[in-house]
């Protein structure tokens, strides 16, 4: 019991540093653990690479499409002392990183397959497009 009070106060603590950031919009409202969030304005903010740049800080989140998202669930790792206050500082800076960004910084990694996924209007060809890639990305 302990350790779920402990998650569901960490949760509550991310979900405020989500709100915190102007450019994000929480999806829904955490009930438990999963904290799921997109841009405002995704025509400014490529929310992709924002978890392309919290991965590269040490983050594990999982990417979304439709709408394009991304979202932290919550564990007992989240709970050790500073790790929430670290996320909010890391996603305040990954938010603004993106935006302030050169073009071409975020030209590759996740964000960049699943930003091209996005835009290919017919869906059949994404499963096969998917596989490819990681055929690629595993025999390289």
């Known amino acids: 019991v302990a350790a779920a009070k402990e998650i569901m106060r960490t949760a509550a603590a991310v979900t405020t540093a989500v709100r915190a950031v102007p450019e994000l919009r929480l999806l829904g409202e955490p009930a438990l653990s999963v904290i799921c969030f997109a841009a405002r304005d995704?025509?400014?903010?490529?929310?992709?690479?924002?978890?392309?740049?919290?991965?590269?800080?040490?983050?594990?989140?999982?990417?979304?499409?439709?709408?394009?998202?991304?979202?932290?669930?919550?564990?007992?790792?989240?709970?050790?002392?500073?790790?929430?206050?670290?996320?909010?500082?890391?996603?305040?800076?990954?938010?603004?990183?993106v935006i302030d960004a050169p073009k071409g910084k975020y030209k590759d990694g996740m964000g960049a397959i699943y930003g091209l996924a996005a835009t290919i209007p017919d869906r059949s060809m994404v499963a096969g497009l998917a596989v490819d890639y990681l055929d690629a990305l595993y025999t390289a």
Do not use: Y
């Open 42 to 97: 995704p025509a400014r903010l490529n929310i992709f690479n924002v978890a392309d740049a919290l991965t590269a800080r040490g983050w594990s989140l999982s990417i979304c499409q439709n709408p394009g998202c991304i979202h932290l669930c919550v564990t007992h790792v989240h709970t050790a002392d500073g790790v929430a206050a670290k996320f909010a500082e890391d996603l305040a800076w990954a938010v603004r990183d």
